[in-house]
């Protein structure tokens, strides 16, 4: 059996592998961390819709309450970034979460959410690693408790309060909203965030399938084709969609369909900079257009590798006004630094409120340029991964696709900036066993030529 290994925020695997016996290691692994850096307050503990999440759950406090910590769940199956925030508002001592996210029903996770409500950063991550062992519990009467509490509450009023200090009053009455939870954590959540806010709400894939209607929560193009429908056919002025556990988003607008998680970035941070002032995060896979929009508005960049530890680590050392990455995961200044797909859900609809994104999108790229960005992948076995990587290093070539290569950027694999403006980067996946390759340019065909470029310089090193 594979060993328990820990990559983005947790441990993610198929179910033969994500057994009770090994969720209780991980348990007695945070506990011990836990413990060991001195923290006593209590512990929140979630999990997504999946069938086997509740009781992997149950597993993770009883282990936990074995260890001397109190443990708050929830009602039932609520989204990730409402346990981030716990965190800070209730000063727990950190959150598990049982969820594989956007991976299909027989994939599970836990990711462990360290005393900051922000992403758990390599070291610590490794440290949780080196603890895994079997649970070794306390007498029982040195046991903690368990109880439920309510999470969404206190996210929503959160939520409208920073939003409302930032972009003024929302009323989103005369606003319809098609949201699509892919029968993840958002729904009952993201919707009823949305009713709150005044906007008239169509539900799509709202109800309990643990099995997610035989697919994956992926919130994909391919996978959202009733939202795009409802929206481009004017049954909706907005379309709004989850993941599987509600920490990212994807937008449908009536012009474009599925908007571009570049697009949707570049047009956030242009509406934000009308009202506030502030750097920006974005990691190395994340379009330049974001850079052209602060550069119009004297704001800096600050690039990161890819994943959200590193963005969230990033908006903290630069007082960041929004941070945020190409798949859809954002957040902003004075919230919690994790992603949040609810937030951003009600963020967006206010956004779209003022002035419709696809207007605002036009504008941009009337300024600044077109741009296009397409990623493919290349199967590589995990063990791979880091061998493939060091041997590009010797075939990094002085042109792509007929291009000179200015500079070559080794945050996160290796980026290559193009004279002609446009890059292309080649870097490990952090959830499964593939190389991804990224291209951005003015068209299309220039993206496929790069991509094609990318995957030929790489397919040799597997």
Request: net charge negative; with cysteine; charged share 30%.
């Amino acid at each position: 059996m594979e060993t328990i290994s820990f990559g983005t925020d947790g441990w993610r695997a198929p179910l033969e592998e994500f057994t009770a016996p090994r969720v209780r290691m991980v348990g007695q692994a945070v506990a011990t961390y836990l413990a060991d850096e001195g923290l006593e307050g209590p512990v929140a503990v979630g999990y997504d819709a999946r069938e086997t999440s509740r009781g992997f759950a149950e597993e993770l406090t009883r282990v936990l309450c074995a260890n001397g910590f109190d443990v708050l769940l929830p009602e039932r199956d609520r989204p990730t970034p409402l346990f981030a925030h716990a965190i800070v508002e209730r000063d727990l001592a950190g959150a598990l979460v049982v969820t594989a996210s956007h991976n299909p029903p027989e994939y599970n996770g836990v990711k462990f959410i360290p005393e900051d409500g922000a992403p758990a950063l390599p070291e610590v991550m490794d440290a949780v690693a080196d603890r895994l062992a079997e649970p070794d519990p306390l007498p029982e009467a040195e046991h903690g408790s368990a109880e439920e509490v309510d999470f969404v509450e206190p996210h929503a009023e959160a939520a409208f309060d920073l939003l409302e200090g930032t972009i003024g009053e929302i009323d989103l009455e005369g606003l319809s909203v098609a949201y699509d939870a892919m029968y993840g954590s958002g729904r009952g959540t993201t919707d009823a965030i949305l009713e709150r806010a005044g906007a008239d709400v169509d539900r799509l894939r709202c109800e309990q399938d643990p099995e997610f209607g035989g697919g994956a929560p992926e919130p994909a193009p391919e996978n959202l084709e009733e939202l795009v429908s409802s929206v481009t056919d004017g049954e909706a002025d907005l379309g709004v969609a989850n993941d599987g556990d509600a920490d990212r988003i994807a937008i449908v607008t009536p012009e474009r369909g599925y908007l571009d998680e570049n697009l949707f970035f570049a047009a956030l941070y242009d509406y934000l900079l009308e009202r506030d002032s502030g750097a920006v995060v974005r990691t190395v896979s994340t379009t330049f257009l974001i850079d052209r929009v602060a550069d119009a508005h004297g704001e800096a960049v600050h690039e990161v590798p890819v994943g959200f530890k590193w963005i969230a680590r990033g908006m903290a050392d630069h007082d960041a006004l929004v941070g945020g990455e190409e798949s859809g995961g954002f957040t902003i200044r004075g919230h919690v630094r994790e992603k949040d797909g609810v937030l951003m859900a009600l963020l967006a609809a206010a956004m779209h409120d003022a002035e419709p994104i696809d207007d605002r999108v036009d504008r941009l790229l009337e300024e600044h340029g077109t741009v296009v960005q397409d990623k493919h992948s290349v199967a590589c076995p995990d063990h791979e991964k880091a061998r493939v990587i060091d041997d590009l290093e010797g075939e990094i070539p002085d042109d792509v696709a007929g291009t000179p290569v200015e500079n070559v950027n080794t945050a996160d694999g290796f980026k290559l900036q193009l004279e002609d403006g446009s890059w292309l980067l080649v870097r490990p996946s952090g959830t499964e066993p593939k190389l991804r390759v990224y291209a951005e340019a003015t068209d299309e065909d220039r993206v496929a030529e790069l991509l094609e470029a990318g995957e030929a310089l790489v397919e040799p090193l597997v």
